[in-house]
Each structure stands twice: as structure tokens, then as C-alpha cells.
């Protein structure tokens, strides 16, 4: 995909310290800058807490934004966004009507960046992922992401850390939880061979996971040698390369000779949104078997249907994460089923944000992680009221 080069990166118009709340704006591609934006309130959100941003993590959509400033909908220089969805905290304020037994100022909690309306028929449910009146952190128009020094949250889309787990381990939770939701869609049961497609941070969770389920064996499938390598330490994968000059059907034969899958895997995830690797993946599956597209790639592929239709495939789409999602994820980390302190491999200052995009842009490292407003930045400014 080719990509506009950017321009010569400033990192703000003011000084962070002479700023009260401050936030990173995205108004165009390759267009961001530090600005002051008002605290947000819970005087008129007592279900809410304040949050105090620690740390906010990089990922791909974070990645599109900076380069072509949005999915369907763009930011404007009259409609910017403050980025951020991935994030920890510590509990700043807390809203009258949240029960006292929840949180106390002070706690370390992730954030699961999203409020449903809780009332529409996906809502009710229990598919409030799929609500079509979701405010999702960093989404134009106007929904406000976590490059800020505070965040307004639901109280009950807050997480307490659990004790050894910290807060930049807690930035891992949210994608952490996007790797349960496409194992549990997809139905990993102990013994089961799973083919992970995409070795970037949602694959390598989606592998972890899939063992912490149960799975027998992961094969982790990527273009980059360098992927493989963490996979294979990071998730105890096998790993195959596939051949950029081979069709669909040819890789599929060699992945399933390589990895000793039998009549082919039991479980594909998808976490690349490569067209080749959805192709691969129908092939690779034996009859009956699973397959879940967790990455987001183009619009519109083309896909090998008569194959799915002959295996009897079960096919599902995957869209972030769900009710217990986030608590399940916790959970693994607490049991220490699943360590995710060794993909990140740097931290930035809050003023360097636009670094850790362009680290992220040119694939360097697995998670880069943004620091929170230091307070020596700005300690002379006032707290916000509760």
C-alpha cells in the first residue's frame, strides 16, 4: 500500500507544562499536535470515573489514523480526535452513584475503551460489541481517545489490575482481550491444531491464548522471518513461511505437510488481513473445520467460497471484544497462563507520541507504549473536580 511520506514532525505548538489537560489531536494525516482540552466531568456521568492516563498503546488502527486520518470516517482540522484506545490508569475521581465497594482513588485499572447505549437489541443480547450506538474511544466524529492526561470511563469498563500485574502490562489487556474473544468465536478446545495467520501483537496473543485453551499444536504463519522468531518464543509455535510466488492451494499443501496437520488444522485464525492468508487458511482447515477473521485488511477479497462450502467450514467474522472478554483476560494474566511484559518493546515520553506511531508505521519492535502526562510536566495545575 502505498503510503504518503510524512512531513517533518514537531511535536506540539505549546508546552506541555503551561497546558491542564493535555491531549494529543489528530486533524489530518500526519497532522497531530499537543492541545489543552477541559477535563472531562462526572457531575452529569455519576456511573463514571476519572481516570488518570499512565501509559496508552500502539496498534495498527492507530497506525491508519496517523497515516490516511481514519477508517470511513476522517478527522478534519474542524473535527480532530485525540488518539488512544489501548490504555492504564490510575482511579482519579469516582461518580456518586458508583458503588464504594468498586473502586478507590489511587487503584490500577485497564480500560476497556468503549460504551455501548445498553438498550438496543444487540445490547440486550449480550452483543453490545456490535451496538450500533457504540462511542469507541478515538473514533471520529467527536468519541475522544486516551492521549490525554484524563479519561472518562464507565466504571464498570474499568478493570483493576491484579496484584504483580502493572500498569504497562495493563495497556496489553485490551488486545489481550480481542485475542479471547476470536478464540472463544471460534470454539479452541484442548488438543485441537490451530494455524494463526499474522505474528504481530493480536496473532501472538491469539496463539497464547489458544494454548491456555487447550490447544495441541500452533503454527504461526508469516512473511516476516523476525515475526516467526518471536512467535516461536514468545507462543512456543511451530512457524511457516509461506512462498510469495505460490498459490493459496500450494501453500496450504506445504503448511499442512510442515506442520504434520494431518487432513489439515482443526482451528484458522486469521489476524493478518491478508487476502493471501484468508485464501491460505480455507485450504489449510480439514473438513469441518473453524476458521475466524480477526484481522481487518481491505474492504472487499476474494475468497475461495466453493472450498468452504465443500468443507462445511464454520466461518465467523470477529469484531473487538465482548461481555467477560476483558475479565478473562485478567484472569490469565493473574494465573500466569499468559505473560505479555516481554512484548513490549518501547515506552516514549507523552511528548513523543508521534515517534511511537512511526515506530509502529515501520514495523519496528512488537508494542510501543506512550507514557502518560508526567506530573512534573505539570504539576502546577489543578486537578479536575469529581
Known amino acids: 500500500m502505498n503510503e504518503p511520506s510524512p512531513p517533518a514532525l514537531s511535536q506540539s505548538n505549546q508546552s506541555i ?34 481516570v488518570r492516563i499512565r501509559y496508552t498503546g500502539v496498534c495498527g488502527s492507530d497506525v491508519h489514523f496517523w ?7 476522517h478527522v478534519s482540522p474542524d473535527s480532530p480526535i485525540i488518539l488512544g484506545h489501548e490504555a492504564s490508569g490510575t482511579i482519579h475521581s469516582i461518580g456518586s452513584a458508583v458503588p464504594p465497594h468498586l473502586f478507590t482513588q489511587g487503584d490500577h485499572v485497564a480500560i476497556e475503551p468503549g460504551t455501548p447505549c445498553r438498550t438496543c437489541p444487540r445490547c440486550k443480547e449480550g452483543r453490545y460489541n456490535l451496538c450500533a450506538g457504540m462511542k469507541f474511544a478515538a473514533a471520529p466524529p467527536g468519541t475522544h481517545g486516551t492521549l490525554t492526561r484524563y479519561f472518562r470511563a464507565p466504571a464498570d469498563f474499568c478493570y483493576k489490575l491484579p496484584k504483580g500485574v502493572g500498569l504497562e502490562e495493563g495497556v496489553l489487556v485490551e488486545p489481550l482481550a480481542v485475542a479471547v474473544h476470536a478464540v472463544k468465536l471460534v470454539g479452541v478446545k484442548p488438543g485441537d491444531s490451530v494455524i494463526v495467520f499474522g505474528s504481530g501483537t493480536v ?11 487447550g490447544a495441541k499444536k500452533i503454527v504461526a504463519v508469516d512473511i516476516l522471518e523476525a515475526k516467526l522468531e518471536v512467535a516461536k518464543e514468545f507462543a512456543g509455535a511451530e512457524v511457516f513461511r509461506p512462498h510469495m510466488s505460490k498459490t493459496a492451494e500450494e501453500n496450504a499443501a506445504d503448511l499442512i505437510k510442515a506442520g504434520k496437520l ?116 505539570n504539576g502546577a495545575k489543578s486537578s479536575p473536580d469529581g
Request: hydrophobic share 45%.
Open 203 to 213: 496473532g501472538l496473543l491469539c496463539m497464547a491464548v489458544a494454548r491456555a485453551f
Open 67 to 73: 497515516t490516511h486520518g481514519g477508517f470511513t470516517r
Open 17 to 50: 507544562s503551561a497546558l491542564a489537560n493535555p491531549s494529543w489531536f489528530l486533524s489530518a494525516p500526519f497532522t497531530a499536535n499537543i492541545r489543552d482540552h477541559p477535563a472531562p466531568s462526572l457531575e452529569d456521568h455519576p456511573h463514571s470515573v476519572l
Open 262 to 377: 494431518g487432513e489439515g488444522a482443526d482451528v484458522a485464525i486469521e489476524a493478518s488481513g491478508a487476502e493471501s492468508s484468508v485464501n491460505n487458511a480455507i485450504h489449510a482447515l480439514r473438513i469441518g473445520g473453524a476458521f475466524v477473521q480477526a484481522g481487518l485488511g481491505k474492504a472487499q477479497v476474494n475468497f475461495p467460497i466453493l472450498r468452504m462450502s465443500e468443507k462445511e467450514l464454520n466461518v465467523k467474522g470477529c469484531f473487538r471484544y465482548g461481555p467477560g472478554d476483558f475479565s478473562l483476560a485478567l484472569d490469565l494474566l493473574e494465573m500466569g497462563r499468559i505473560s505479555v511484559k516481554k512484548l513490549i518493546t518501547k515506552v516514549v515520553p507523552f511528548g513523543n507520541a508521534i515517534e511511537a506511531w512511526e515506530t509502529t508505521r515501520r514495523g519496528l519492535g512488537v508494542k510501543t507504549l506512550i507514557e502518560g502526562v508526567e506530573d512534573t510536566e
